[in-house]
């Protein structure tokens, strides 16, 4: 089964977004202790368009990962401890919508959105 989620009005495929999270999967789908130096280089790569996007796009971005942790298995724990692991600056508990108000918004691409292939 793959997931794929559309950006509407984004620059940002969240293909890219979630090709970037897949070597997460073994962090935050499966058993894996700590995440792999993959994992973190994907996801701060991740962080980084994100900080360096316009509102739109860090919008697209938080819903395409907003989507993800509800299509697939994700451990919440884990999800949030990403961040720390990663040295992420996104913030996992960022309300997407607030996104369209704010100037500035600190999302921790709540890395449990990703398109992989289950």
Do not use: W
């Not at 984004?10 to 789908?29: E, I, K, R, T, W």
């Not at 316009?54 to 993800?68: G, M, V, Y």
């Not at 509800?70 to 996104?90: E, F, Q, S, V």
């Amino acid at each position: 089964m793959s997931l794929c989620f559309v950006l509407a009005n984004s620059d940002v495929p969240c293909a890219d977004v979630m090709s970037n999270l897949y070597p997460c999967q073994g962090f935050l789908m499966k058993g894996d202790k700590s995440p792999t130096v993959a994992c973190c280089s994907g996801a701060q790569t991740v962080d980084k368009q994100f900080q360096e996007s316009d509102k739109p796009d860090r919008e697209a971005i938080c819903l395409c990962l907003s989507n993800a942790v509800k299509k697939l298995h994700i451990d919440p724990m884990k999800a949030g401890i990403l961040p720390i692991l990663c040295n992420l600056t996104m913030d996992p508990n960022v309300d997407c919508s607030e996104l369209r108000l704010l100037p500035i918004c600190s999302v921790l691409f709540y890395i449990t959105h990703f398109s992989f292939y289950i």
